[in-house]
């Protein structure tokens, strides 16, 4: 998402003709682009981006049983805090 920003902002740059980013060429100017479009093909490719939903989905999963079970009682607030770490 970085890289995208960047890419914006420097193409909207050369585009008004701002600044020094105005004397740089189309072809760096839209390099950021190009890094986007290959970390995304490496995170979809390597699993990085399935596992970053795994682990957050069980955080989740592991918050709503933390707090059902502090509602009844069952769970003292140092085992909750080992969880979450």
Known sequence: MLF?????LGAVLKYLEVGFIAQWSWWIVLIPFALAVAWWA?????GYTKRRVVEKENLRKQNRIDRQRSALGMLNSRSAQKRRK
């Open 42 to 46: 490496y995170a979809d490719a390597s």
């Open 4 to 8: 995208l920003l960047i890419g914006v």
